[in-house]
């Protein structure tokens, strides 16, 4: 299967809740989603463009929160996705602490958008933000073990079984405790 065919397969698996064994009728469906990276990547507009809005994007100053709500259907409670967005490139990654709480770990997902056109920013972006990222993590992971071992146990586990267990480079691999997507932005300006 192809990324696309992979794409495709989840989106209609979203779309029809008769063949989704994880969401009970009538549950609400939550995700929260921290977008981070370069000073003027995009991450704004890509935010825009998920909630289908036509605005012009603005500088974000520090931490900035919007949401989203989808039906799936008719007569059912509405899906939420939570928006966060940390401006300021590396200058501010502290506040990740914000978002990012033992509430919504098990939701929770990380969007790096690195702008391609400043690829000697690439590297310390990116190097800077993820590990502090993997550090405030591991520290909610660390609690969790103490007061709630089986939620920790289940998402050390869900990060383990996104791994390709026969690869040969496995026994190195050291994953991210959280579901992560890294984006890179502004190819066309790079190219």
């Known amino acids: 299967?192809?990324?696309?065919?992979?794409?495709?397969?989840?989106?209609e698996k979203r779309e029809n809740p008769d063949d989704d064994d994880d969401v009970k009728p009538g549950e609400v469906w939550e995700k929260s989603?921290?977008?981070?990276g370069n000073k003027n990547?995009?991450?704004t507009t890509i935010i825009l463009r998920c909630?289908?809005?036509?605005e012009s994007p603005k500088p974000t100053l520090a931490l900035e929160y919007t949401f989203g709500r989808r039906a799936r259907r008719h007569n059912i409670p509405k899906d939420v996705a939570h928006f966060w967005e940390l401006g300021g490139g590396t200058s501010l990654v502290e506040l990740i602490r914000i978002p990012i709480t033992s509430h919504n770990i098990r939701s929770f997902a990380i969007v790096l958008v690195l702008d391609l056109s400043k690829p000697n920013e690439l590297w310390t972006t990116?190097?800077?933000l993820l590990?502090?990222?993997r550090n405030h993590v591991?520290?909610?992971?660390?609690?969790l073990e103490k007061t709630n071992p089986e939620v920790a146990a289940e998402i050390k586990q869900r990060m383990w079984n996104n791994l390709q267990r026969d690869h040969p480079d496995s026994a190195l691999v050291d994953p991210f405790p959280i579901p992560l997507v890294i984006i890179g932005?502004?190819?066309d300006i790079f190219h």
């Open 1 to 11: 299967d192809t990324l696309w065919d992979l794409a495709i397969a989840e989106v």
């Open 33 to 36: 989603i921290l977008f981070m």
């Open 41 to 43: 990547a995009g991450k």
């Open 51 to 54: 909630l289908e809005r036509e």
């Open 126 to 128: 990116m190097e800077s």
């Open 131 to 133: 590990q502090v990222t």
């Open 138 to 143: 591991n520290k909610i992971l660390t609690k």
């Open 185 to 187: 932005s502004k190819y």
